[in-house]
């Protein structure tokens, strides 16, 4: 092969890599909007998409696992609300009894994670032994979890919590905060559980052909459970970050991060139908989702059009994915 030929080759692997194509579309995004707002090239920005985008990530994070696996999770927008109050409830009594800010953050981050677990326990119950299908299952819990939220915090936002919470939010590397630098650490753990461990293997394995998956040897209904505990608990610190960027716990927190989620895993390059996608991808994705929404606040634009640009961008990322597949089979 010539280098005339190792070029062109290189250059057509880059153009058909998706993860590539994302980072273009989001260098273009940038260049769009700083084009009509200088401002938005700045640190400050930067800095407050990083905070939209975390918790957006870690819902998809662990939506990533569950799509692979070939199922689907509606309830992690009403598992962020749900952890956030039950997590306020908790912060707020341990202040109230005079015990320690940093002490009540930690317990509070743990029992928003645990009840992010349980609804995710709950969701693979359904799936595994009541034989639910995920859609039905997880509307299931969707609907509950949101009810319950409102129904404990009176439709109204707890707080009294710590105060240091709230100054966690606050970015002190460059445009990255403490809550932010933590995500980024999550993500990269879930990256490499899902790229190079076993339970990776397993989940691709599942949404590629479960029958196939089953005769292996593999618990197929025991790794739906862990898939769906690992989305809730995703979604639980979810839950906890937005506690700490408001400083109190919502019922409408995470509010639509079911679309969101879903989105930015197919936007990264997800097949709906299992087997397929990245967590590179997913986190390019996020990084799309909340780029846009601010982009549109800072040039003056409703931020309802997100949802048109998100249904745009859906589209585009299913039709490419329909490309690719179609000339793989022409190749064939």
């Not at 933590?182 to 990776?200: P, Q, T």
């Not at 601010?294 to 309802?304: M, N, Q």
Request: hydrophobic fraction near 55%; glycine fraction near 14%; charge should be positive.
């Amino acid at each position: 092969m010539t280098s005339e030929q190792g070029v062109k080759a290189f250059a057509k692997k880059l153009i058909g890599n998706q993860q590539f194509l994302l980072l273009l579309v989001w260098f273009a995004m940038i260049a769009f909007f700083s084009a009509f707002n200088s401002i938005f090239f700045s640190t400050a920005v930067f800095g407050n998409i990083l905070l939209d985008w975390a918790p957006v990530v870690l819902m998809a994070v662990g939506q990533t696992f569950v799509i692979i696996s070939g199922g689907i999770d509606l309830s992690v927008g009403s598992t962020v609300a749900l952890s956030g109050v039950v997590a306020a409830f908790q912060m707020q009594y341990m202040m109230n009894a005079g015990r320690n800010q940093w002490l009540a953050i930690a317990v509070g981050t743990l029992v928003a994670a645990l009840t992010g677990v349980v609804i995710g326990l709950v969701n693979g119950f359904l799936i595994t032994k009541a034989k639910i299908v995920p859609f039905i299952a997880t509307l299931v819990t969707m609907g509950a979890a949101s009810g319950l939220a409102i129904v404990y915090s009176g439709g109204a936002p707890i707080g009294g919590g710590p105060d240091k919470a709230i100054t966690l939010s606050v970015p002190w590397l460059g445009p990255l905060s403490s809550p932010g630098i933590a995500v980024i650490f999550i993500v990269l753990i879930c990256g490499l559980f899902l790229h190079r461990a076993r339970f990776g293997r397993y989940t691709f394995a599942i949404g590629s052909n479960e029958f196939a998956a089953r005769s292996a040897g593999i618990n197929v209904n025991r790794h739906y459970m862990k898939i769906y505990a690992l989305s809730g608990l995703l979604s639980g610190l979810a839950g906890m970050y937005f506690y700490c960027r408001l400083g109190s716990g919502a019922p409408t927190s995470g509010y639509g991060g079911e679309l969101d989620a879903i989105a930015s895993v197919v936007i990264g390059g997800a097949a709906l139908s299992g087997g397929i996608g990245r967590i590179t991808g997913t986190v390019l994705g996020a990084l799309i989702l909340t780029t846009t929404t601010s982009g549109l606040i800072i040039i003056g634009v409703a931020p309802d059009w997100k949802q048109v640009v998100v249904a745009i961008l859906i589209a585009a990322a299913v039709l490419l994915q329909g490309l690719k597949s179609g000339s793989r089979g022409g190749s064939r």
